[in-house]
Each structure stands twice: as C-alpha cells, then as structure tokens.
T-cell receptor, first 114, second 113 residues
Framework: DADVTQTPRNRITKTGKRIMLECSQTKGHDRMYWYRQDPGLGLRLIYYSFDVKDINKGEISDGYSVSRQAQAKFSLSLESAIPNQTALYFC?????????????FGPGTRLTVL | GNSVTQMEGPVTLSEEAFLTINCTYT??????LFWYVQYPGEGLQLLLK?????DKGSNKGFEATYRKETTSFHLEKGSVQVSDSAVYFC????????????FGKGTRLHILP
C-alpha cells in the first residue's frame, strides 16, 4: 500500500464550485505539505503544517485553504474554483528526523476547472 | 533569496548515452541539495541528496557532487536507459529556514531506444 495517498486522482469541476482534495499518510510523519505543479514552473508550495495545530501559508496560498484533521490527514480546499487553478496537486510529508528537503510525495491529483 | 536554476528541456538522448543535467543554486547559509525524479503519472521521489560541500550523492547509477565554489549540483549518469525517461527536479533546503524547499522548474528527459 502507498504511504501517501491522495483522493481524488482526477477531478473536473466548474468555475465557482467548492472542491476539496484529500491527503492521507501512513508514514507517521508530523509535517505535511501541499504543492501545485504547472508546466514549466516546477512545484510551488501552497500550505504546510508541522503538526495538527500548526498551519502555515506557502508562496501561493491565495484562493486556497487547508485543514489538518489529524496527524495523518491534510486536506486542501478551493472555496470557489477558477480556471487558473487547473494544475497537478501534490501532497508530501516529512519528519524532523530527515534532512530538510527530503519529502515523500503522493501520486498527485489532476484538477481541471472549466 | 534562495533559488535553483536548472537546464531547460526537453533533453533527448539515445540509450547508453552519457547524461548531464545542469543545476546551479543561489542560497544563504549552507543548504542541502537534492535531485528528485518524477516518472510519468507519478509523484516525485527522491533520487539522491548531498548535505554539505564536496559530498557526492548517488543512486541508480546517477551521481551529483555538491560544488560550493561553483554553486552547482549537476546530475550525471554514464549510460542512460529508456526507463530513465522522466522529469528531473533539482532542489535545495536551507537549514536555517525549516519551512520549505525550493524546486527548480524541472528538466524532461526522453531516452530513445
């Protein structure tokens, strides 16, 4: 079984709809991250959480919100989706015991906003 | 601020060719450096890492050496295979800023049989 899972894997939605992307992990890691990947832009950090009570904005948090429901679960919400949020979204985890920068990624969610 | 610059792709090579993907960085302090690989339809996975100057990271035949004097971390492989076709990301983390890592834009590699 995969250590970091994301649901759904693919989603098509319409402008203005609320959508939630979910991430679960069985690695026991404290730190969780949400990134988006756009062609030619690499990965950009949306939000990150170092524990259940710690939520931090990344470089592109506008239009997004997150919820850390438990150590193992970290959800990303788009309150009112817009077409330029069409992208590939990745969840990742890490732990203080690893070198900073060593993260474990989920398989991604491909989101299309029409 | 911290940044990573890697060569633009796509890079197309024949099987068994020698591979170099260039990566240079700008950082304050003493960052750790990483190469991640993304195979088609999958998430990123760590390929190799180096945490201090002159360290060489290696895995699956790939190597990269942390060169502080040239602020570089070039990825090399002596003989590529079709299965190496993927997108490769160079990344850095600053131990003085434990909030995030910085990724390059990625280099797509195509290996022809």
């Amino acid at each position: 079984d995969a250590d970091v899972t994301q649901t759904p894997r693919n989603r098509i939605t319409k402008t203005g709809k609320r959508i939630m992307l979910e991430c679960s992990q069985t690695k026991g890691h404290d730190r969780m991250y949400w990134y988006r990947q756009d062609p030619g832009l690499g990965l950009r950090l949306i939000y990150y959480s170092f524990d259940v009570k710690d939520i931090n904005k990344g470089e592109i948090s506008d239009g997004y919100s997150v919820s850390r429901q438990a150590q193992a679960k970290f959800s990303l919400s788009l309150e009112s989706a817009i077409p330029n949020q069409t992208a590939l979204y990745f969840c990742a985890t890490s732990t203080p015991g690893l070198p900073l920068g060593e993260q474990f990624f989920g398989p991604g969610t491909r989101l299309t906003v029409l | 601020g911290n940044s990573v610059t890697q060569m633009e792709g796509p890079v197309t090579l024949s099987e068994e060719a020698f591979l170099t993907i260039n990566c240079t960085y700008t950082a304050t302090g003493y960052p750790s450096l990483f190469w991640y690989v993304q195979y088609p339809g999958e998430g990123l996975q760590l390929l190799l890492k180096a945490t201090k100057a002159d360290d060489k990271g290696s895995n699956k035949g790939f190597e990269a050496t942390y060169r502080k004097e040239t602020t570089s971390f070039h990825l090399e492989k002596g003989s590529v295979q079709v299965s190496d076709s993927a997108v490769y990301f160079c990344a850095l983390s600053d131990p003085n800023r434990d909030d995030k890592i910085i990724f390059g834009k990625g280099t797509r590699l195509h290996i022809l049989p």
